[in-house]
């Protein structure tokens, strides 16, 4: 299998480990902050081109879907031609992708540069996690994991706010162009400093890659379109998430019987199937809330898409705080002592966000929100680093495969889940306005109904809560202490 020609990691994490993980975080972050400031300008896109609401969400239902369709093959490239050269290879396609987004001259220009951006973009963060955990073997993971984590989840919320005020300041195009001179160099610090990876002659899986590549390319554009209002009630809809799980189904019958584009005898590792659930489940809530918690800002309270990025912040504060204590911890103790007390932590701060209304105190969501993200911090990096743990490096590349195609969909099915719940809610508690209570409302008409509104994204918090508990339940299986780690390499 691919390997790094690193020197073979000590404890602690020296300066080639630190080198090394601010050069992928420089590709990563771009990425992260792209894909969530384009979010915001849906609404100027739609006047831009004079195209429907309904036309922009392929914007970004394109870029899902090219990221989703080239997360399984990444293992399986990283192995044949060397983690460099594919990370590399990610870097110049989010590249080309974003130049080409910023020139779009009509609709189905940018949604096609979008999707090509996409593929450049789903390879970026597992090769990431594949260098990183390489080069720092079992006893460094959570330490480098929460290296890594933090800047990503500080994209993540800065994405928006950075959205917002390219949009107001120099217009939605810059959104893709000021990816280009922190791109170059990125591609030039991976040049110098990547350490040269040693390509493994490895075959394609070609009837693995059809069977899942298609399969969770479906799957995650179904779950796209069941959570639009009435799409669950579109047969077309059905059509699509039940292809995606035969489609899928014949993978897992396909890759029990030899060698796969991601190997399933990786679940015989109790660490990493522990991980892997935990990742899902965690995903599906994180993503959930990460829905209702935007929209309430907007839609209950009347704020911008500047103001709510900004209101938003003490999420990542939290995990500021969290990520390298839990990082330290991990490697001490275990992740199966770290990620249930992150998961308790998430659920208290969700707690709080279930008896909403429509004038909760800015400083107690502030408050909980800040607990929340106390509780990502513990919680995604130290599972993912478990996931690792519990593998000999040959392993990883195609443990990150599988590891990001399984969040992936999760944070599908989180999405769609809470935003049908949602809307659902907003149904029964303000029946008069139907879809159109998430669009801009009149200021005297949000306020009659505010009270109503707050109530349902309440009941959705709820939801949330439910579905955050269920992951305490394999975060107790994970290892602790030195449990679950490999006796070589």
């Known amino acids: 299998m691919a390997t790094l020609t690193a020197p073979a990691p000590s404890q602690r994490l020296d300066r080639g480990l630190v080198t090394l993980g601010i050069v992928v975080v420089l590709g990563a972050i771009m990425s992260i902050i792209d894909a969530t400031a384009v979010n915001v300008a849906t609404r100027t896109l739609a006047d831009d081109f004079g195209a429907s609401i309904t036309s922009v969400q392929w914007v970004l239902t394109g870029y899902m879907l090219g990221l989703a369709a080239v997360i399984p093959v990444t293992g399986w490239a990283t192995e044949r031609f060397g983690a460099r050269r594919v990370w590399i290879t990610a870097l110049l396609l989010f590249l080309g992708g974003s ?11 940018l949604i096609a540069f979008r999707v090509g951006q996409g593929i450049g973009g ?6 990431a996690q594949t260098i990183l955990a390489q080069a720092a073997g079992p006893s460094r993971m959570g ?5 890594i984590g933090l800047p990503m989840l500080l994209g993540s919320v800065a994405g928006p706010i950075v959205g917002g005020l390219i949009i107001s300041t ?3 195009r810059w959104i893709f162009l000021a990816n280009l001179p922190l791109g170059v160099i990125a591609v030039l610090a991976a040049l110098r400093l990547l350490p040269r990876s040693e390509p493994r002659p490895a075959s394609l899986d070609v009837r693995g890659l059809l069977l899942l590549c298609a399969g969770v390319t479906l799957f995650v554009y179904g779950t796209t379109e069941a959570g639009r209002p009435g799409g669950l009630d579109a047969p077309r809809t059905w059509t699509i998430l039940g292809t995606a799980a035969v489609l899928i189904a014949l993978y897992v019958l396909h890759a029990r019987r030899g060698e796969a584009l991601i190997d399933i005898a990786l679940f015989r590792h109790r660490g990493f199937t522990a991980a892997a659930v935990t990742n899902v489940v965690v995903a599906i809530a994180l993503f959930g809330v990460l829905v209702l918690l935007p929209l309430y800002w907007q839609v209950v309270r009347g704020h911008g898409p500047l103001a709510t990025g900004l209101l938003l ?3 990542a504060l939290g995990a500021a705080v969290a990520m390298p204590l839990a990082g330290r911890l991990t490697d001490r103790l275990g992740a199966g002592v770290v990620v249930p007390t992150g998961v308790v932590l998430g659920l208290l701060g969700t707690a709080a966000y279930t008896q909403i209304h429509a004038d909760t105190p800015v400083t107690l969501l502030a408050a909980a929100l800040f607990v929340i993200g106390l509780g990502l911090g513990a919680t995604i990096m130290p599972s993912m680093a478990a996931a690792y743990q519990a593998l000999p490096p040959a392993l990883i590349p195609r443990a990150t495969s599988a590891i990001n195609t399984l969040q992936r969909m999760g944070a599908s099915v989180g999405t769609t889940a809470l935003a049908v719940i949602l809307q659902h809610e907003i149904t ?5 306005l139907g879809g159109s209570a998430l669009a ?8 009659a109904v505010a009270p109503h509104l707050a109530t349902a994204f309440g009941h959705a918090f709820w939801i949330a809560l439910v579905i955050g508990a269920l992951a305490v339940i394999p975060a107790l299986l994970l290892p ?4 679950g780690r490999p006796t070589s390499g």
Do not use: K, N
């Open 480 to 483: 602790r202490g030195d449990a």
């Open 99 to 109: 130049a080409l987004s910023g020139l779009a001259w009509s609709m189905p220009a």
């Open 313 to 315: 912040t003490p999420q």
């Open 440 to 447: 801009p409302l009149p200021d005297a008409t949000r306020i």
């Open 428 to 432: 029964v508690q303000a029946p008069g």
């Open 143 to 147: 330490r480098v994991m929460g290296f």
């Open 122 to 127: 789903g390879m970026i963060i597992p090769v």
């Open 170 to 172: 120099a217009g939605w």
